[in-house]
């Protein structure tokens, strides 16, 4: 057997497994065993913020597997307490001490675990079409209906306490308003929401600042700011999932930045290692943090694993030194361009919207008997095809077929370039 027909024969296949093995990268650029090209712009999820095969994070990794690689986090090392210091450094002031975990779900199920624990109880809101994680608690504060959520065999796993409010979806208004035109809506239904849900019963909102597996939904001005102001009014905490919008993707090391709007819990990962060990991290306000020292609640064998504090450490390193985050909304500018340079020649394009480097172009209905779902697995098989790596987020019965794009931060406007005419050339070919 192949290495596509073993993988099928043993491996559970939970995601969708496309036709091709990927045996090596370098920088923006993936291989097959063919030795065909590819250019990664799904980012791998979003995690690889310095791209494939970088010489500097594999010698650091290689360094610390010859000092010191496995040992709980019951023991401090150098690793973790310098990785705390520098994620209290680069986080929007007042957050000031941090949890390490393993992966964004894990992250999250600790900052909700947090926020209840602090509270004394109470309810968690999340929004519609939100995306957190698939452990218990994140599954049910995700509000993108998934398998979990549909399946009535698995779904009593979810925990119950968690309400959605209504996304700040401005292309898809859940109100069928304009926007501009709708006095923000969704803030005031969210309100509504705290209200029918007991007030200050309830104990967090959770939100992500750009919903990136939602279709890349950027909130409108004003809205995480109002958010906030909703939060403290009711003496509820906020927490900002920054699992894919953080280490600089949208243009700013953290996207809750544009605002200038501080939560009570910060949590990323993916790309706080650029994807070369697991890791992610919780940063949170210090009463918080406090609070949650006094008990033993969460913890994996691997969450403060030395060759993710590495890394991270590293990551965070060249993303500074090659102002990585800068380029990040250079050319993450440049990109959204050329998606609306594509909408205004195919009408099968009906929106691009993003930030920085994590950007998305939906998919409309059209005339000529091929919906929007149909469409959106041809392009993405014939973009992959064309040597275009990419993330499709369609599920029918959300409404939306988006295209999403997250190259890593060192892509440059050559290798946009290069994307956006295998964009053009396959919506023609699906024409």
């Given at each position: 057997m192949n290495t596509i027909e073993k993988d099928r024969a043993y491996l559970v296949q939970c995601y969708t497994t496309d036709?091709?093995?990927?045996?090596?990268?370098?920088?923006?650029?993936?291989?097959?065993?063919?030795?065909?090209?590819?250019?990664?712009?799904?980012?791998?999820?979003?995690?690889?913020?310095?791209?494939?095969?970088?010489?500097?994070?594999?010698?650091?990794?290689?360094d610390q597997m010859r000092?010191?690689?496995?040992?709980?986090?019951?023991?401090?090392?150098?690793?973790?307490?310098s990785l705390a210091e520098k994620m209290v450094a680069i986080t929007p002031d007042g957050l000031d001490y941090v949890m390490f975990g393993c992966t964004g779900s894990d992250a999250?199920?600790?900052?909700?675990?947090?926020?209840?624990?602090?509270?004394?109880g109470g309810k968690i809101i999340s929004f519609r079409r939100g995306f957190h994680g698939s452990t218990a608690g994140s599954a049910a504060a995700?509000?993108?209906?998934?398998?979990?959520?549909?399946?009535?065999?698995?779904?009593?796993?979810?925990?119950?306490?968690?309400?959605?409010?209504?996304?700040?979806?401005?292309?898809?208004?859940?109100?069928?308003?304009?926007?501009?035109?709708?006095?923000?809506?969704?803030?005031?239904?969210?309100?509504?929401?705290i209200l029918q849900e007991g007030g200050e019963k309830v104990a967090a909102i959770i939100t992500e600042p750009v919903f990136a597996a939602?279709?890349?939904?950027?909130?409108?001005?004003g809205f995480l700011k109002g958010v906030r102001e909703l939060c403290d009014k009711y003496h509820i905490l906020l927490i900002f999932d920054e699992v894919v919008t953080g280490l600089g993707q949208t243009g700013t090391m953290f996207a809750?930045?544009?605002?200038?709007?501080?939560?009570?819990?910060?949590?990323?990962?993916?790309?706080?290692?650029s994807g070369y060990i697991p890791g992610s991290a919780v940063v949170m306000r210090r009463e918080i943090g406090e609070a949650m020292s006094k008990i033993s609640l969460h913890g994996h064998t691997h969450s403060c694993y030395p060759l993710a504090m590495r890394a991270a450490l590293k990551n965070i390193e060249i993303?500074?030194?090659?102002?990585l985050v800068e380029n990040s909304r250079i050319?993450?500018?440049?990109?959204?361009?050329?998606?609306?340079?594509?909408?205004?020649?195919?009408?099968?394009?009906?929106?691009?919207?993003?930030?920085?480097?994590?950007?998305?172009?939906?998919?409309?209905?059209?005339?000529?008997?091929?919906?929007?779902?149909?469409?959106?697995?041809?392009?993405?098989?014939?973009?992959?095809?064309?040597?275009?790596?990419?993330?499709?987020?369609?599920?029918?019965?959300?409404?939306?077929?988006?295209v999403v794009l997250h190259p890593a931060l060192i892509v440059t406007e050559q290798d946009i370039d290069r994307a956006a005419a295998v964009i053009r050339d396959s919506l023609k070919a699906c024409q």
């Open positions: 036709p091709v093995v990927f045996t090596h990268g370098k920088g923006v650029c993936l291989y097959d065993e063919n030795g065909k090209e590819y250019l990664d712009f799904s980012g791998q999820f979003s995690s690889d913020s310095l791209g494939h095969g970088n010489e500097e994070m594999i010698q650091a990794i290689t000092k010191i690689t496995n040992v709980t986090s019951c023991f401090p090392t150098e690793e973790r307490a999250n199920e600790f900052a909700l675990k947090a926020a209840k624990y602090y509270q004394g995700t509000g993108k209906s998934e398998t979990i959520q549909e399946s009535a065999s698995i779904s009593e796993l979810l925990p119950g306490g968690f309400v959605h409010s209504a996304a700040p979806y401005c292309y898809r208004c859940d109100f069928g308003r304009t926007q501009g035109e709708c006095g923000m809506e969704c803030l005031h239904y969210l309100e509504q929401t939602g279709g890349v939904i950027v909130p409108p001005k809750c930045e544009y605002e200038g709007v501080t939560p009570d819990i910060l949590v990323t990962g993916k790309a706080l290692t993303i500074e030194r090659d102002n050319v993450g500018d440049y990109l959204h361009q050329k998606l609306l340079e594509l909408k205004n020649e195919f009408p099968e394009i009906g929106d691009v919207r993003g930030r920085g480097l994590l950007q998305g172009f939906e998919l409309t209905d059209q005339e000529n008997g091929k919906d929007k779902w149909t469409l959106g697995q041809i392009l993405y098989k014939t973009m992959l095809e064309n040597g275009l790596v990419t993330e499709l987020e369609s599920r029918k019965n959300l409404g939306n077929v988006v």
